[in-house]
DNA sequence: TCACTTATAATAAGTATTGAAATAAGGGGG
DNA sequence: CCCCCTTATTTCAATACTTATTATAAGTGA
């Protein structure tokens, strides 16, 4: 963000009065004034500008404390709407939202296999977007861009290209714009793990820290990396692949076909099979598995809190080597294996976390869990088109005018 | 850095042009204003300013293809000094270094004991910097101010106060206050590896990037991150902490009392233990003890060949996983150890890099050995009061004005 | 000497911020 | 019911900075 002359200036304090806005649900010129670090002076004409375009408006006002009464001020959610999708591995869940981010309406496209092709997942985004806009046609006047939270790897090269490399779903390389074709919308992508980190940034656990880990634990293992308030991408954008890091020399084979990889050992799959090879069920679908252990631990079974203890430990172990590397304040823990994991092992993992991590960076630290569940990625990803509106990066579509 | 009004502005253009000029040899106005993207205009102004304050001056001109001849720029060296020690568990070294980072002098005090407490190197400090400002005296009136490279964890609390925890010098807690006291310069310290770091981002091997990883290997296993073209610090500046993250499950049990930690592999200590486990030699000397482990492997010695693979491929797996977490476009090999071993196995270490790593983060990484020896974590450290003064955060002493 | 280039400098115009002063909006006491 | 007090916002003058634009400097080649 490059603010050298006085123009860039006022692009960047209006971002940031607009974003203090947006990501509060009521803000104040006065309270604006401060959170930014503005004269109240320059409050009043940035906020008389997003008054002037329809993107914030007044509504009554509070009693002061026996003076002018202060103005309520709130963004007027019909000033723009976002879309988000989360391209899953059963299925592509695609949502609009307005402004204030609250989601305005969603469909899902089931996927007819496990690993359906880009070719059908393409399609798939296609067809959720055109339903939801045919559906909401109130939206179109405003509707600003989409954000995509894809898996595996998405990476932008020094071409500025946007490729994708989902390797968990046997997909070849495909770059972003062949994954759209059809559609109009201005778009973004990210790894769903980072689109989460990112949700969890604007409105969840992670939310007022300057430097938080997200680990999204499930299938695979990925975590969104926060740093001076903003998501680490590294030199092309794939910062924070935290699933393939070794954390053992040998050790089990993973699917990346590397060897002693964390996911290997706390991935969802490892664990079901961790948990099988001791005598545990044994099925098809690794999430009901999944979940079976953690019931069967919570009742008492002793084999699988051993598993659980197992998962635990060589969870915290990871940890620690990220709070070793980024020293954050706190470490929000998520997914749908990471969620129940945390409920019930929240103490022993806090223990082993400051056990295998040095001392000073682990007293520095907070553990929580994720606000949200895994439906938080399209929220995320619809937040990246909302980071570039809010930045002035991304405008209004012509229509509005 | 916080740009929100006008003057703001105005001293980011004057630090990023005072940047520019002070990192390139020879500056002109218009590469100036190519450079930090700035009109002719603004240089100009900036320019006349920086000349009046008798930091930067006209030397001569150089003719331009049919015109007025370009006027070159250069900073004027004696527009400010600053001093930056080196605290090593042999002894400290101070030095002093002009505007151009070009060294005037240094001293070298010699601590007693290899793990002299910080009452010691205090005095170490204090003796070097008043030895220098004796025998310079033309320095005092523009010396600005002082940055320290020590071992172990440097952390800047939320309240502002810095600590040292060096452990691996077996000290306790020691403020940075405590640490200095009777010098009456602004000081600011930082862990060696990453002032290691900020030497090489500014005159060496990580230049002109802007993400990349030095590590740095001696008896300990350090690195600094840069990421966004600035040395990452995390909450409290303790980012970085690589040699303590765990590569192994159990492992040799690592100086910091946990296990598999990376330093207990690749550590000099354990390259050393690791060699003479295996016939190699056994002395006190860590670092004379490994230089032979190098000799012999170049001789062809089978033995130390072996070490030295092992220890290039242990290096691999601990540099990929900061390849996949980070995605930087350069990886930057020093230290005492660093160095040799990169020259011995540089094709070696690449091969396993992206063995080891995520095929796309691996693909965009180049990798090189540090342009500097450790000797460079003084000019990084006193990179440390320059950065504060070309931000206009520190000043000229009263005496200059 | 006269175009013609290119590099800087000077100047004019426009815009942003701030801080002080003015104004708006209520509360409460006499 | 009027006046004074408090606090929130707006208005406005002062200031500072960037960008164009225009002028000047300093050479080249014919």
Not at 334 to 351: A, Q, T
Not at 358 to 386: M, Y
């Amino acid at each position: 963000m490059r603010t050298s002359t006085v123009s860039d200036l006022r692009q960047n304090n209006r971002a940031a009065v607009l974003r203090s806005i947006v990501s509060a649900v009521e803000a104040t010129r006065s309270g604006i004034a401060a959170q930014c670090d503005l004269s109240s002076g320059s409050v009043t004409n940035i906020v008389t500008d997003l008054i002037a375009e329809g993107l914030v408006r007044e509504f009554g006002s509070k009693p002061s404390s026996g003076g002018r009464p202060i103005a309520r001020l709130s963004v007027v959610p019909e000033g723009a709407y976002f879309v988000g999708a989360d391209v899953g591995e059963l299925g592509v869940t695609v949502e609009v939202f307005d402004l204030t981010m609250t989601r305005v309406d969603r469909v899902f496209r089931k996927l007819r296999t496990r690993s359906s092709g880009p070719r059908r997942v393409k399609a798939a985004v296609a067809d959720g977007v055109a339903a939801l806009r045919k559906a909401n046609p109130h939206i179109e006047r405003a509707l600003v861009g989409m954000g995509l939270g894809l898996p595996g790897i998405v990476d932008t090269g020094t071409d500025g290209v946007t490729r994708v490399y989902a390797q968990s779903l046997g997909w070849p390389m495909v770059t972003l714009d062949d994954l759209l074709a059809g559609t109009d919308l201005p778009t973004f992508a990210d790894n769903g793990a980072k689109t989460l980190a990112t949700a969890e940034l604007w409105y969840g656990s992670a939310q007022g820290a300057e430097h938080s880990i997200v680990a999204l634990l499930g299938r695979g293992i990925g975590v969104g990396v926060i740093s001076g308030g903003r998501v680490l991408r590294g030199a092309s954008s794939s910062a924070g692949e935290w699933g393939h890091t070794k954390v053992s020399f040998g050790g089990p084979t993973c699917s990346c076909g590397g060897r002693g990889c964390l996911e290997a050992y706390i991935g969802g799959v490892a664990v079901a099979q961790r948990w099988s090879a001791v005598g545990g069920r044994d099925g098809d679908d690794v999430e009901a598995t999944v979940s079976e252990l953690f019931a069967r631990a919570a009742d008492g079974d002793d084999t699988a809190n051993r598993v659980v203890d197992e998962t635990t430990e060589i969870l915290g172990l990871g940890l620690a080597n990220l709070v070793n590397l980024f020293n954050p304040e706190r470490i929000v823990v998520g997914g749908w294996l990471g969620l129940p994991l945390i409920d019930m092992r929240r103490r022993e993992l806090d223990v082993e976390i400051r056990r295998q991590a040095l001392s000073r960076p682990a007293e520095q630290v907070a553990l929580s869990s994720c606000r949200f569940g895994t439906d938080a990625v399209a929220l995320g990803a619809a937040l990246l088109p909302l980071e570039h509106f809010i930045a002035g990066t991304l405008e209004l579509p012509e229509s509005a005018a």
